[in-house]
């Protein structure tokens, strides 16, 4: 009998440590993710280095464009002002607002859910300033 039990353990141990856990999914910056897992505070958090981030490529940019014109040429050419054009939409805008605009991007295409959350901030905030 007590070889029945002891073996009855360890056949359930057995089992106990050979289940597989649920793996974990990565935590990547998706649509799904967004909608699924994101706090208000991440969301916000985000859009807050999205648009530093943006300004601080657009004053590399600038700075790299105006290095290259000839001497004689006047600064503030069409492609700064392409690059600088929707910071100054973004300044008109809150967080908040900016977080809202994506977020109706985001919930009207759960087809696209699978996407990175860049390609809606682009092209939902290019939209909003257009």
């Known amino acids: 009998m007590k070889t029945a039990l002891g073996l009855l353990a360890l056949i359930g141990f057995g089992l106990l440590i050979g289940q597989e856990k649920e793996t974990p999914q990565p935590f990547i910056f998706t649509g799904q ?8 505070e991440m969301r916000n958090g985000y859009m807050d280095g999205y648009v530093d981030g943006y300004d601080f ?6 700075t790299a464009v105006e290095s290259e014109l000839p001497q004689n040429q006047p600064k503030g050419q069409t492609v700064v002002k392409m690059v600088r054009y929707p910071l100054q ?14 977020d109706k991007a985001i919930k009207d295409h759960p087809e696209k859910w699978n996407q990175s959350i860049a390609s809606f901030v682009d092209l939902a905030l290019a939209e909003a300033c257009n």
Not at 33 to 40: C, I, R
Not at 89 to 102: D, E, P
Request: aromatic share 10%; with cysteine.
């Open 33 to 40: 993710a967004w909608v699924e897992k994101w706090t208000p």
């Open 89 to 102: 939409c973004f300044q008109k805008m809150r967080i908040g607002q900016m977080v809202a605009i994506v």
């Open 57 to 62: 490529a657009a004053t590399m940019t600038e």
